[in-house]
Structures are given as structure tokens and as C-alpha cells.
């Protein structure tokens, strides 16, 4: 990605305090068998607070105390040698300033030896049936509509694009202070595309399901003339001149651009530069994030659907706080070309939508490989609603949805009481669930279970990666400029990253491997698995790259117990914001797995589910601040 300003905050210039290059650095203590130590890490922290570049001795005695290993003599000054020679490499790396954009050269494919992915033929997307869709008296009756059914009002010119994307802009900068989920209006942009939409129509073009629907884009894509903020505050004017790939696949589709939304700093939560987003079904909620805007526009009714990604979690999180239905495909299938990197292996961009279909639409739209994301491969989605999916092998993960709470001697009574009565209500949900695809969708469940691994500790993987992305900023101290700052916040994690030695970066992707063999063979007789959305299987899928698509799963009750966990708005720390789901009246989810490049009989399944249940079509009342105007 080229951009009128860097990529990442500059380093000093002329500074020979971070002129120590770490991949050599680390290879020295590989050598002497030390890579597995903390050795490595300590020593590196020291030796760039000396003035000069430089290794000493003593530098190697403290770091040995600290990291509680013994080294001989011999070895001391064997090792000073080495170490004082690599410092002309570290420094050329270091003045490259790579830009966030460039990838490693080395890449993760989901892929096993042995499996057999068919590049397949591209069919044109099959619509689902649906009654004939009236032109509305107000045209705000149909902000809640799904994808297929504004579709279907452009199609037969009911509607036109131009007043579809005035309605949602001007929702968007109604709920604006309320739900904080706008960073950018595009609205030129947008005014721009829906003329030329129903100038195509009016000329007997027409694009498809998407032509001439207002969308979302997270605003880690970017966008040719706008900024491309990454949430994070550093990098408010950052300024990204060419379109990511898939907001160019959408542009050639019809669809239309209304905003870039918020995600919290750099990929993280739900807390950015302007404040912190809100659920729309509880607006003292935080929306989780870390695709937070993505999720509470869509929710909200305020735009047709949204892009969002995810590396470990950032779709299904807040498609499960804010209700939507939101697509996580699998690794490869969609070019990340013109988005934020955090995890060159991990990271993954999908849609938010309201129903299961529009996330099929819209997949249809930006998948395939564009020759720039070298782990995108050919393989053809082609939906069909109409999939009988009585024919289709669906298991479910019996122990995660009968599991216990866990608790520690720490837990307070007050506290267990709690999770014991939360944890009562969603067995009432998962029950529900697993009796409506056994009896009213007649699927033969089987019961399954995720191989029994470390996959927590394999997410070394992510840290490492992600530091390496924002390296610059860590080295610059221009960390200290993002907005959280807690021992669970990017800036900490960034710099706790660099202790982690490239030897067990190395062992944590083979032990990914065994995983991902281990996932291959629950897989191997099963199109769909069925699952409780905040379960192991969280972890597991982002590991191995499966896709997964996340619904709304029922809402609950008025007893439910209110959220205690908070935080303060950055704007505002007087007003203190929920931290945590929950509450009455507030949505639940279910997840579903598809094998590899399997989204269309999961996403079958999944519209099956949401036509028996109906709980997609349910959105929450809103009320705009009365003391605030719209910002555009």
C-alpha cells in the first residue's frame, strides 16, 4: 500500500539506539542452544538503552541472572563477537521503515497435504424466493430490510439508490452520538455511485443483488481520497491513495459506499481515538469489537451491510453483542489487499450483515484471488439456497454446549451467583437450538468434539506477528500515543511480544500444524458443525482457518443480570460504559463451522436455522440524543 504518509509512525532518524536487528540477534543464542530462553529477549532490552550500539560482557552476565541460565566464559566473549557484528544488518533492516502493508515471506495455507480443494466453476449466485416487495410510504420502513429484499425493491425500481443512500446517511448521522460507530462519512463518494447506479438502471444495467446498496467498510480497508485511521490515534490523517480490493470488488458490483466505521485501536475492542461504540440494543454497551462500527451500523438499521474482519474473533465478538449475522470465511478466501495487517497468517475479512443470505451475497461479490494476496486460492462459491440440507453431515460439540462454569478460589459468591444464573439462561438458548435442527429442520446430529491441544498457547503466533506489524511504533515509543494503555491493550502485548524467542514462534506453528491435522479429522465425515458461539472452537477455527458464520439466537429475559464489568469513555471519563455483554433485553448468539472453503453448505444450514427461528428479524428501538445534533 502506497500512502501520503507512512505507514507507521518513523522511527528517529540517525539513532543508534534501535540499530539492533532482532532476527540475528536471536539466531546467536539459537546457536548456543539459548533460543528457548528468556536470555535472548532480556538481553535485547538492555543493549538498546546503551547510547551506542553496542554488546558488552556485563550486558550478558545480567541477562543470563535474569533469564536463569549458566554461560561459560568462553562463551561470553564467543557470543560478544557474534552479537557486535550483526549490528550493520540490524540497521539497514531498521532504515527500510517496511510498511505495514508488506508481508513476510513466508505464508500460512489452511490447506493440508493430501486435501483436495477443486478450483470449481463459478456459477452466478441463486436468490432465494421472496414476495413481491412494495414501495414503501416512509421510506425509513425499510432500514431493517435484509439485502435480498432491498434487492429486490432496486430491481424493480421502487426504490432508487440515490434515496436508499440518503435515507441511511442520514440515520447514520442521526445515531452517530449515540452509538460512536462513524470515523468517515464518505458521502461524495456515495452520491456519486448512486447516481451512476440509476443512471445503469435507467439504461437497463443492471449489476445484481448488491447494485445500488449503501454500505459499511471497517475502516481498516482502504479508501482512495479518505482517511484510513486504523482507529488508532497517531494515525488520524493517514491517507491511503488506492481502494482495497474488496472495496473495488463492491464498487464493480454497484454497491455504494456510505462510511468508513470504527474498530477499536489497531484491531482491538471497541475502544478508538473518538470514543468508545455502542450496542444498539443497550447504548450504555460497549458493541465488543473489534469490527464495533461494522456491527452496530448494521444493527442499527443504518446501512444494508458492512465488511468487518477478524483475527481472532473481531466478527463473531460483536456480531454477537449487536445481534447481526456476521461471515467469517475461511483463510484464502478473500484478498486482504489495501487492509490493515495485525497477523499475516491469521487475518481474515468477511461480512456483517442481517441474515445469513445477504452474507452469502456479498461473499459471492469479494471472494477469489486478485494476484496481490498470495494465499488466496481458487475455489469456487457458488450459493444455493435451495440446498437440501437434510442431505448434509451436521454434527454438534455435545460437551461445549453441556459445559459447566469453571471457578477459582478467587472467585467471589456475588460473582458465582452470577455466572452461575447467566450460564442458566443460555443452556435454555442451547437446548432451544439443538432442538429446532433436530425436530422442526429433521437433521441427524452428530455428537463431535475439538481435539484436546494447547491452542491458547499457539497464539504466540498472533503476538509475535502483530508486534513485527507495528514494530515501528513500539520501537518510535509512539505506542504511548494509542488510546489503551492497560496490561491487556496492544501497546503492552506489542512490547511483551518482542521476549517471545523466533525458536518458539517456530514451535508454536508446528504445533499449529498438529492441530490443524487433528481439526482435518473431526472435519472428515461432516459439511457443518454446530457450536456455542463463545467456546473453545473460537480459538481452534481462527487457528486452523475454518470458516464460521455467527446469528442472532434469541434475546434475553428481563431477569437477566445486568453487567458489571466497566470502563470509562475516552472522551468522557465521567460516563462509564459496559465492558461486557449481557443485560436484559440484549441478543445471544449460535455459531456454525463449515469445513474448508465450505461456506455454502454452512451458510444453507445457517439460513435454514434463521427462516425456523426468525430471530434475525427482531431489531432494537432506537432513540437519537435529544441534546446532540448530528456530525458530519
Given at each position: 500500500?502506497?500512502?501520503?504518509?507512512?505507514?507507521?509512525?518513523?522511527?528517529?532518524?540517525?539513532?543508534?539506539?534501535?540499530?539492533?536487528?532482532?532476527?540475528?540477534?536471536?539466531?546467536?543464542?539459537?546457536?548456543?542452544?539459548?533460543?528457548?530462553?528468556?536470555?535472548?529477549?532480556?538481553?535485547?532490552?538492555?543493549?538498546?538503552?546503551?547510547?551506542?550500539?553496542?554488546?558488552?560482557?556485563?550486558?550478558?552476565?545480567?541477562?543470563?541472572?535474569?533469564?536463569?541460565?549458566?554461560?561459560?566464559?568462553?562463551?561470553?566473549?564467543?557470543?560478544?563477537?557474534?552479537?557486535?557484528?550483526?549490528?550493520?544488518?540490524?540497521?539497514?533492516?531498521?532504515?527500510?521503515?517496511?510498511?505495514?502493508s508488506?508481508?513476510?515471506?513466508?505464508?500460512?495455507?489452511?490447506?493440508?497435504?493430501?486435501?483436495k480443494?477443486?478450483?470449481?466453476?463459478?456459477?452466478?449466485?441463486?436468490?432465494?424466493?421472496?414476495?413481491?416487495?412494495?414501495?414503501?410510504?416512509?421510506?425509513?420502513?425499510?432500514?431493517?430490510?435484509?439485502?435480498?429484499?432491498?434487492?429486490?425493491?432496486?430491481?424493480?425500481?421502487?426504490?432508487?439508490?440515490?434515496?436508499?443512500?440518503?435515507?441511511?446517511?442520514?440515520?447514520?448521522?442521526?445515531?452517530?452520538?449515540?452509538?460512536?460507530?462513524?470515523v468517515?462519512?464518505?458521502e461524495?463518494?456515495?452520491?456519486?455511485?448512486?447516481?451512476?447506479?440509476d443512471?445503469?438502471?435507467?439504461?437497463?444495467k443492471?449489476?445484481?443483488?448488491?447494485?445500488?446498496?449503501?454500505?459499511?467498510?471497517?475502516?481498516?480497508l482502504?479508501?482512495k481520497?479518505?482517511?484510513?485511521?486504523?482507529?488508532?490515534?497517531?494515525?488520524?490523517?493517514?491517507?491511503?491513495?488506492?481502494?482495497?480490493?474488496?472495496?473495488?470488488?463492491?464498487?464493480?458490483?454497484?454497491?455504494?459506499?456510505?462510511?468508513?466505521?470504527?474498530?477499536?485501536?489497531?484491531?482491538?475492542?471497541?475502544?478508538?481515538?473518538?470514543?468508545?461504540?455502542?450496542?444498539?440494543?443497550r447504548?450504555?454497551?460497549?458493541?465488543?469489537?473489534?469490527?464495533?462500527?461494522?456491527?452496530?451500523?448494521?444493527?442499527a438499521?443504518?446501512?444494508?451491510?458492512?465488511?468487518?474482519?477478524?483475527?481472532?474473533?473481531?466478527?463473531?465478538?460483536?456480531?454477537t453483542?449487536?445481534?447481526?449475522?456476521?461471515?467469517?470465511?475461511?483463510?484464502?478466501?478473500?484478498?486482504?489487499?489495501?487492509?490493515?495487517?495485525?497477523?499475516?497468517?491469521?487475518?481474515?475479512?468477511?461480512?456483517?450483515?442481517?441474515?445469513?443470505?445477504?452474507?452469502?451475497?456479498?461473499?459471492?461479490?469479494i471472494?477469489?484471488?486478485?494476484?496481490?494476496?498470495?494465499?488466496?486460492?481458487?475455489?469456487?462459491?457458488?450459493?444455493?439456497?435451495?440446498?437440501?440440507?437434510?442431505?448434509?453431515?451436521?454434527?454438534?460439540?455435545?460437551?461445549?454446549?453441556?459445559?459447566?462454569?469453571k471457578?477459582?478460589?478467587?472467585?467471589k459468591?456475588?460473582?458465582?451467583?452470577?455466572?452461575?444464573?447467566?450460564?442458566?439462561?443460555?443452556?435454555?438458548?442451547?437446548?432451544?437450538?439443538?432442538?429446532?435442527?433436530?425436530?422442526?429442520?429433521?437433521?441427524?446430529?452428530?455428537a463431535?468434539?475439538?481435539?484436546?491441544?494447547?491452542f491458547?498457547?499457539?497464539?504466540?503466533?498472533?503476538?509475535?506477528?502483530?508486534?513485527?506489524?507495528?514494530?515501528?511504533?513500539t520501537?518510535?515509543?509512539?505506542?504511548?500515543?494509542?488510546?489503551?494503555?492497560?496490561?491487556?491493550?496492544?501497546?503492552?502485548?506489542?512490547?511483551s511480544?518482542?521476549?517471545?524467542p523466533?525458536?518458539?514462534?517456530?514451535?508454536?506453528?508446528?504445533?499449529?500444524?498438529?492441530?490443524?491435522?487433528?481439526?482435518?479429522?473431526?472435519?472428515?465425515?461432516?459439511?457443518?458443525?454446530?457450536?456455542?458461539?463463545?467456546?473453545?472452537?473460537?480459538?481452534?477455527?481462527?487457528?486452523?482457518?475454518?470458516?464460521?458464520?455467527?446469528?442472532?439466537?434469541?434475546?434475553?429475559?428481563?431477569?437477566?443480570?445486568?453487567?458489571?464489568?466497566?470502563?470509562?469513555?475516552?472522551?468522557?471519563?465521567?460516563?462509564?460504559?459496559?465492558d461486557?455483554?449481557?443485560?436484559?433485553?440484549?441478543?445471544?448468539s449460535?455459531?456454525?463451522?463449515?469445513?474448508?472453503?465450505?461456506?455454502?453448505?454452512?451458510?444453507?444450514?445457517?439460513?435454514?436455522?434463521?427462516?425456523?427461528t426468525?430471530?434475525?428479524?427482531?431489531?432494537?428501538?432506537?432513540?437519537?440524543?435529544?441534546?446532540?445534533?448530528?456530525?458530519?
Open positions: 500500500m502506497d500512502s501520503t504518509v507512512s505507514q507507521n509512525p518513523s522511527a528517529p532518524k540517525n539513532s543508534n539506539i534501535n540499530a539492533l536487528d532482532r532476527r540475528h540477534f536471536l539466531g546467536v543464542f539459537s546457536a548456543l542452544g539459548l533460543g528457548s530462553t528468556l536470555m535472548p529477549g532480556v538481553l535485547w532490552g538492555m543493549a538498546q538503552k546503551e547510547e551506542t550500539p553496542k554488546v558488552t560482557k556485563e550486558m550478558i552476565d545480567e541477562a543470563a541472572l535474569v533469564a536463569g541460565v549458566d554461560i561459560h566464559d568462553e562463551y561470553r566473549q564467543m557470543m560478544l563477537e557474534n552479537l557486535n557484528s550483526n549490528l550493520k544488518d540490524y540497521k539497514a533492516i531498521y532504515d527500510l521503515h517496511i510498511p505495514n508488506v508481508p513476510p515471506a513466508v505464508q500460512f495455507d489452511p490447506v493440508l497435504p493430501g486435501m480443494i477443486e478450483p470449481g466453476v463459478r456459477q452466478p449466485a441463486r436468490l432465494s424466493r421472496i414476495a413481491a416487495v412494495e414501495a414503501p410510504k416512509n421510506l425509513e420502513d425499510v432500514a431493517f430490510y435484509s439485502v435480498r429484499q432491498l434487492a429486490e425493491l432496486i430491481r424493480t425500481k421502487r426504490v432508487s439508490s440515490t434515496a436508499l443512500t440518503q435515507m441511511y446517511l442520514e440515520r447514520l448521522k442521526r445515531y452517530q452520538p449515540l452509538l460512536h460507530f462513524v468517515t462519512f464518505t461524495e463518494r456515495a452520491l456519486a455511485k448512486a447516481k451512476q447506479a443512471a445503469e438502471m435507467a439504461a437497463g443492471y449489476r445484481g443483488p448488491l447494485h445500488g446498496l449503501p454500505w459499511a467498510a471497517k475502516d481498516l482502504a479508501v481520497g479518505y482517511p484510513t485511521t486504523w482507529g488508532a490515534r497517531g494515525f488520524e490523517k493517514q491517507v491511503i491513495e488506492e481502494d482495497a480490493e474488496v472495496v473495488r470488488r463492491l464498487d464493480a458490483a454497484g454497491a455504494v459506499l456510505v462510511a468508513k466505521t470504527t474498530l477499536g485501536a489497531l484491531a482491538q475492542g471497541d475502544l478508538w481515538f473518538g470514543g468508545i461504540t455502542r450496542n444498539p440494543w447504548p450504555q454497551q460497549g458493541s465488543s469489537g473489534s469490527s464495533a462500527g461494522s456491527a452496530s451500523a448494521t444493527a438499521g443504518c446501512v444494508a451491510f458492512a465488511i468487518g474482519s477478524e483475527t481472532l474473533g473481531s466478527i463473531s465478538s460483536p456480531s453483542r449487536c445481534g447481526t449475522t456476521g461471515l467469517r470465511p475461511t483463510f484464502g478466501r478473500v484478498p486482504r489487499t489495501g487492509a490493515m495487517a495485525l497477523s499475516w497468517s491469521m487475518d481474515k475479512l468477511g461480512p456483517i450483515c442481517r441474515a445469513a443470505e445477504d452474507c452469502a451475497l456479498v461473499l459471492d461479490a471472494y477469489g484471488p486478485d494476484h496481490q494476496d498470495p494465499t488466496v486460492r481458487e475455489a469456487a462459491f457458488n450459493w444455493n439456497p435451495e440446498i437440501d440440507i437434510k442431505k448434509l453431515r451436521v454434527g454438534y460439540l455435545k460437551e461445549d454446549f453441556e459445559r459447566a462454569p471457578f477459582t478460589d478467587e472467585t459468591p456475588e460473582e458465582k451467583e452470577k455466572i452461575l444464573k447467566q450460564r442458566a439462561m443460555a443452556k435454555k438458548f442451547d437446548d432451544a437450538s439443538i432442538e429446532v435442527l433436530r425436530i422442526k429442520l429433521g437433521l441427524n446430529l452428530r463431535v468434539k475439538m481435539p484436546d491441544l494447547p491458547d498457547a499457539m497464539v504466540n503466533m498472533l503476538s509475535a506477528e502483530a508486534a513485527a506489524a507495528f514494530d515501528d511504533l520501537r518510535s515509543g509512539k505506542d504511548k500515543l494509542l488510546t489503551a494503555q492497560t496490561d491487556n491493550d496492544w501497546p503492552n502485548q506489542f512490547r511480544a518482542r521476549f517471545i523466533a525458536v518458539e514462534y517456530v514451535q508454536a506453528a508446528r504445533a499449529r500444524t498438529l492441530g490443524m491435522q487433528k481439526v482435518a479429522e473431526v472435519f472428515k465425515d461432516l459439511d457443518v458443525i454446530v457450536c456455542p458461539t463463545n467456546s473453545s472452537q473460537l480459538v481452534i477455527t481462527n487457528l486452523t482457518g475454518h470458516p464460521a458464520v455467527i446469528l442472532p439466537n434469541g434475546f434475553r429475559g428481563e431477569d437477566a443480570p445486568l453487567p458489571t464489568r466497566k470502563k470509562p469513555d475516552v472522551n468522557d471519563k465521567s460516563v462509564m460504559v459496559e461486557e455483554g449481557g443485560g436484559p433485553g440484549t441478543p445471544v449460535l455459531t456454525f463451522l463449515g469445513d474448508l472453503y465450505g461456506e455454502a453448505k454452512m451458510l444453507a444450514v445457517a439460513k435454514a436455522y434463521q427462516d425456523a426468525g430471530f434475525h428479524l427482531k431489531h432494537p428501538k432506537l432513540e437519537a440524543p435529544a441534546s446532540e445534533k448530528p456530525k458530519s
